[in-house]
Nanobody
Framework: QVQLVESGGGLVQAGDSLRLACVVS????????MAWFRRAPGKDREFVAV???????AYADSVKGRFTISRDNAKNTIYLAMNNLEPGDTAVYYC????????????WGQGTQVTVSS
């Protein structure tokens, strides 16, 4: 059974940094495309960043230059380093594995809350 477990969320002030982690079990990790999504209160879930099996990455325009996605295949873990956080980044952040479409993934984590105060 594939499981994704996120950690690292919290309450921070605008301008602060956080690093989220997502540990994957039950699946050969190195060949899997992984992504981060987020859902802000009252909004639809939105794409944040993706890291493909070969290591290439892509980002939503809203986080480009502030967030960095990375993977450690030895630890079956992906990370999302978030710098210069803004109140608009407040959301539940989810990691996802195995894209079915650009925004639909086969496996999802339970989410971790990030709250940025002004």
């Amino acid at each position: 059974q594939v499981q994704l477990v996120e950690s690292g969320g919290g309450l921070v002030q605008a301008g602060d940094s956080l690093r989220l982690a997502c540990v994957v079990s039950g699946r050969t990790f190195s060949s899997v495309t992984m992504a981060w999504f987020r859902r802000a209160p009252g909004k639809d879930r939105e794409f944040v960043a993706v890291v493909r099996s070969a290591g290439s990455t892509a980002y939503a325009d809203s986080v480009k230059g502030r967030f960095t996605i990375s993977r450690d295949n030895a630890k079956n873990t992906i990370y999302l380093a978030m710098n210069n956080l803004e109140p608009g980044d407040t959301a539940v952040y989810y990691c996802a594995a195995e894209p079915i479409t650009v925004v639909m993934y086969r496996y999802w984590g339970q989410g971790t809350q990030v709250t940025v105060s002004s």
